[in-house]
């Protein structure tokens, strides 16, 4: 079983940067793809990025693309989310979890994934 934490939240003003950390333990993430994702008030929760195990390959929502990168660095059993130029409808909880590689889902489904964190808050100021 694996446990995540992310950290890395809180208030930034709209082009800024902000970068979350999800921190894994329990075992080792490096042979897991990993997910991100975010449920503003009053919304469903919505993927935001993907990342593989190898290869380290990335596919994002549209509404972040360009702006939002995921990295890894299995070393340290971690997986980061780079937050470029945020804006105030980027504003939510954030989690990462762990991709159960179950092909009938896609990546952007919820479903798919298993073993969330608790998740952190950010808030973007205009």
């Known amino acids: 079983q694996v446990r995540l934490v992310e950290s890395g939240g809180g208030l930034v003003q709209a082009g800024n940067s902000l970068r979350l950390s999800c921190a894994a333990s329990?075992?080792?993430?490096?042979?897991?793809?990993m997910g991100w994702f975010r449920q503003a008030p009053g919304k469903e929760r919505e993927f935001v990025g993907h990342i593989t195990s190898s290869l380290v390959m990335t596919w994002y929502a549209d509404s972040v693309k360009g702006r939002f990168t995921i990295s890894r660095d299995n070393t340290k059993n971690t997986e980061d989310l780079q937050m470029n130029s945020p804006k105030p409808e980027d504003t939510a909880v954030y989690y990462c979890?762990?991709?159960?590689?179950?092909?009938?889902?896609?990546?952007?489904?919820?479903?798919?994934?298993?073993?969330w964190g608790q998740g952190t808050q950010v808030t973007v100021s205009s």
């Open positions: 979890a762990v991709d159960r590689g179950q092909i009938n889902f896609a990546i952007s489904l919820a479903d798919r994934y298993d073993y």
């Open positions: 329990g075992r080792s993430i490096s042979s897991d793809a």
